[in-house]
T-cell receptor, first 115, second 113 residues
Framework: NAGVTQTPKFRVLKTGQSMTLLCAQD?????MYWYRQDPGMGLRLIHY???????AKGEVPDGYNVSRLKKQNFLLGLESAAPSQTSVYFC??????????????FGPGTRLLVL | GENVEQHPSTLSVQEGDSAVIKCTYSDSASNYFPWYKQELGKRPQLIIDIRSNVGEKKDQRIAVTLNKTAKHFSLHITETQPEDSAVYFCAASIGGSNYKLTFGKGTLLTVNP
């Protein structure tokens, strides 16, 4: 049981390049999330999904797109990377229903540097 | 939307002392309040959580208290140890739903041996 995994671990992009971050979970969780973490800013929600085939915008969605074609995978895309998207990206997932399924489990993170 | 304020941003204590981190939230409909610990270079991990129908919860050296009237909740760590050094984040569920969280900006706790 690997939990939540993310690929890649680290990536350097040039401004204008595109890339996709992959999140995978093997806990059969309904909900999945993408956050970005910047120094002094905490964790901010980019997009989330409440089930296979659904996505919704979070707090800071601009410049990102997501897809959830399979229940276990949640992809985050950057179509045209900008230096402001330099950050650490965390994926998280949780089960459906109420307590104690509310716990969000985080992946190990992807460090992205945009030059 | 929900706003979560967390204080202090940094906290330094001596080993064996207690540490308290406080958070306030704005949405009275919030009903779930988790605390996460993040060690340097690692992922955030849940250490304790509380629901709005409970005023206090303890787990060994860690406790969380909730004051719904004042809309604030606190993390208490007793008998601190060097391995407690990390960044701690509070969070509150957004509105009546419990599947979205708003996080505080974090507290860097340093426990000096």
């Amino acid at each position: 049981n690997a939990g939540v995994t993310q690929t890649p671990k680290f990536r350097v992009l040039k401004t204008g390049q595109s890339m996709t971050l992959l999140c995978a979970q093997d806990m059969n969780h309904e909900y999945m999330y993408w956050y970005r973490q910047d120094p002094g800013m905490g964790l901010r929600l980019i997009h989330y999904s409440v089930g296979e085939g659904t996505t919704a915008k979070g707090e800071v969605p601009d410049g990102y797109n997501v897809s959830r074609l399979k229940k276990q995978n949640f992809l985050l895309g950057l179509e045209s990377a900008a230096p402001s998207q330099t950050s650490v990206y965390f994926c998280a997932s949780r089960g459906g229903g109420n307590y104690p399924q509310e716990t969000q489990y985080f992946g190990p993170g992807t460090r992205l540097l945009v030059l | 939307g929900e706003n979560v304020e967390q204080h202090p941003s940094t906290l330094s204590v001596q080993e064996g002392d207690s540490a308290v981190i406080k958070c306030t939230y704005s949405d009275s409909a919030s009903n779930y309040f988790p605390w996460y610990k993040q060690e340097l270079g690692k992922r955030p991990q849940l250490i304790i959580d509380i629901r709005s129908n409970v005023g206090e919860k303890k787990d060994q050296r860690i406790a969380v208290t909730l004051n719904k009237t004042a809309k604030h909740f606190s993390l208490h760590i007793t008998e601190t140890q060097p391995e407690d050094s990390a960044v701690y984040f509070c969070a509150a569920s957004i509105g009546g739903s419990n599947y979205k969280l708003t996080f505080g900006k974090g507290t860097l706790l340093t426990v000096n041996p």
